[in-house]
């Protein structure tokens, strides 16, 4: 089952989960590694980044736009430390809401836990997707593969961090959407 964000935030907000909203500077940090983080982001307005550091280098794994769920999931599932960061790569309002009142409102129903479990499964698919794009050795089909799956971050996303993420220079992603 699809996760439809406007859904989401319709029922979140009809059962008023969210219990705060942060405003985040450009280029500020929502999450650093080694914390903690077990919050849900609702993404008001701007856009995030989720990237590890690999031996001084960035390497972004996710971004978050508009209308999308954010949450550091290893960290949220075992209440440990996590080796990503979540920054905002402009200014960013997200809507909050922690763990102990999304899982309070998760067991109140049967449908709310349909809720949970359709959250998962697109989690999972999107990794699925993300991993089959990095096990894809010709940048013209990562290129056209995240270029059909989401044509949006190329409107949200500056491309530099795009390029980042499809693992080439901004050089060979600026060739490959001219030709």
């Known amino acids: 089952m699809a996760v439809q964000p406007s859904g989401i935030l319709a029922l979140l907000t009809a059962h008023n ?17 080694g914390t903690i983080d077990t919050n849900i982001y609702f993404i008001e307005e701007g856009s995030l980044r989720i990237f590890i550091e690999q031996e001084g280098e960035e390497q972004i794994i996710r971004f978050g736009y508009l209308n999308d769920l954010i949450v550091s999931l290893d960290s949220f599932l075992t209440e440990q430390p996590s080796d990503f960061y979540i920054q905002a790569i402009k200014k960013t309002t997200v809507k ?84």
Do not use: C, G
């Open 96 to 179: 909050i809401i922690s763990k102990k009142v999304f899982f309070e409102f998760i067991n109140e129903s049967e449908e709310n836990l349909k809720l949970w479990n359709a959250i998962l499964e697109n989690l999972v698919l999107q990794q699925m997707e993300r991993e089959k794009d990095l096990l894809i050795s010709s940048v013209n089909e990562r290129y056209s593969r995240v270029l059909k799956r989401s044509p949006r971050l190329f409107q949200e996303i500056p491309h530099k961090y795009i390029a980042n993420y499809l693992r080439m220079t901004p050089e060979t992603l600026s060739r490959l959407k001219k030709s």
């Open 17 to 33: 989960l969210f219990e705060k909203d942060l405003v985040l500077k450009r280029n500020e940090f929502l999450k650093v590694a």
